[in-house]
Every structure is written in C-alpha cells, then in structure tokens.
C-alpha cells in the first residue's frame, strides 16, 4: 500500500521481480532449492576443512571463511526474495530493510578482501614456496582471516549511519530484489548527497584497492608461471590458483556489472538480474567450483563417503 504525501512511511514493500505471470510457484520452487543447495554446499566444504587434516592448511584456511561468507550473503538476500516472489511482494521494517543493506554491503566488503587474502597466500606459496610456512605461519592466518570481517563490518559503519536517517515521504516500493543503496536513494525525500560523497569515497579502500591488489599478485604469479620449464609443471602450478581465479572473476565480474547498469526503466530488469547473479548464483557457484576442480575437497569427499 503506497503512503500518502502527507504521512511518513514507516514500512517498505520489496516487489522482488513483481507480476511473475503466474509462474511464482515453478520460480519459487527453483530458488528455494539453490537456497538450499547454496546453505548445504558451503557448509558441506566447511565441515570437511574441518574434520580432514591434509586441509589444515591457509588455503583451506581462507576458503572456510569465503564459504562462511557465502551463507552470511545468500541468508541474508533470498529468504526475502523467496517471500516476495511467493506474495508478489515483501513487507519489511525500516529498520529490517536497513539491517539488510548492512549485511549486503558488509558481507561484499568481506569478500573483497578475502578474495585479496586469498591471492596473497598464491602469491606466496608460487613465488616464493620455501619461505610460505615461515610467512603464512598461525598468526598471520589468523590476523588476515579476522581482518576482512572487521573493516567490512566496521568501515560500512561509515556509510549505513547516514543513511539510516534518510525519511520516506512519497511512496514505499524498492522495485528491487533486495534492499540496496540506489532504489533507497531513489525513493527517499531526504538529501543523499552526504551518502553519495561517502559511497564515492569508501568505494577506493573497499573495492578498487583490493581489485588492484589481486590483479598485481595475479601478474607475478603468471610470470612465476612462466619461468616454469616444463608444460606438466606449468599446468600443476596454474591449477593451485584457477578456482579462485573463477571465483574472482565471477565475483567482481557481476560487481562491477551490476554498479555500471542503472536501474532505470528498460534496464531495471537487467540489474536486477545481474544482482540476482551477484547474491545468489555467486554463492552457489563458489562451492561447486571448489569441489569439481580441486582434487583435494574431491578426495576428502570421497573419505567422508566411503565411512
């Protein structure tokens, strides 16, 4: 129900993808089940980190709280989504919408270092291999795995308390899957120039820095690669770091897709697409990109099924 101008709203419909034409049900159904695939297969990879000792190791380390961040990510989006696409829209709080974009925005941010931890520790173990368990010894694993759960929790801080002042005047509708930044300023009646400013300027230490720092340690590790002199030995070395390359492409690939396309008529459905991809396929496919090509989680698999 749309708030008259005169009232201040103090609830926010989420239309998910709106008038689905009567297929709510079958898109339901399917997206309840990558949910559910999503939650297993993270947890999955976590318990066998866990419980198997030839993945006690940083790589696997990191990988833990990458798929910990993946269920953090899609719990925090689709159960919303799920309920909007079932009614045809998502009645939240305020405050619960709020909530929702500090834990989307959050979450982001974690992953964005801990794809840069990740590449740091294949930086070292390719390049320089006989001084890895010296450098990436108990105490640095832990410091660089906390690190990314407090500057993304912390530093979003910076951007969430602006914007929780912003008031709703005009209508209530986010024409969105969840949440996020842009239909809030949109629909908002407050000014928003603070929290651009601040978007603009959080944006350089939270998304490019980390970007860059990958796409630096991937460059020395190509050319590492290359000086390898056989082609089985180029092969072995690539295939320790091509999981969290896919990763890493899919992960800022839909990213920086979805800031780049506005969410304006004819291409709202397109971003709303591209955030579906970022929220709850990446999620999905992270684990199923771990367990198909690293002989490691498949060998554990196979332990845990023969008991």
Request: aromatic letters at 12%; charged letters at 10%.
């Amino acid at each position: 129900m749309l708030a008259r101008n005169d009232s201040r709203v103090t609830e926010l419909i989420l239309l998910g993808f709106g008038n689905l034409y009567g297929f709510n049900i079958l898109i339901f159904i399917i997206f309840l089940n990558i949910f559910l695939f999503t939650v297993t297969g993270n947890l999955l990879i976590i318990l066998l980190i866990s419980i198997t000792l030839d993945l006690h190791s940083p790589m696997y380390f990191f990988l833990c709280h990458l798929s910990l961040s993946d269920i953090v990510l899609t719990t925090n989006t689709l159960p919303n989504l799920l309920e909007a696409i079932l009614h045809g829209g998502k009645e939240m709080t305020i405050l619960d919408c709020f909530t929702q974009l500090y834990f989307f925005s959050g979450i982001t941010v974690t992953e964005c270092f801990l794809l840069a931890v990740m590449s740091y520790d294949r930086y070292l173990a390719i390049c320089v291999p006989l001084r890895y368990i010296s450098i990436m010894d108990f105490k640095l694993r832990n410091c660089l795995s906390v690190l990314p759960w407090m500057l993304g929790f912390t530093l979003n801080l910076l951007g969430i308390i602006p914007v929780s002042r912003f008031q709703f005047c005009d209508g209530n509708i986010i024409d969105h899957i969840y949440c996020d930044l842009s239909p809030l300023q949109k629909l908002s009646c407050s000014d928003t120039s603070l929290v651009e400013f601040i978007a603009i300027v959080l944006s350089t230490p939270l998304f490019i820095c980390p970007c860059g720092f990958i796409i630096l340690t991937y460059v020395h590790i190509f050319l590492m690669i290359l000086r390898i002199p056989s082609t089985t030995g180029r092969q072995k070395t690539f295939s320790t770091c091509s999981s969290h390359l896919l990763v890493v492409g899919a992960f800022y690939g839909t990213l920086i897709t979805k800031y780049m396309i506005p969410s304006i008529g004819h291409l709202l459905l397109l971003n709303k697409i591209i955030s579906l991809l970022h929220t709850v396929f990446i999620p999905l496919f992270n684990p199923l990109v771990y367990s198909l090509r690293n002989q490691d989680i498949r060998k554990a698999l196979r332990k845990i099924s023969k008991r």
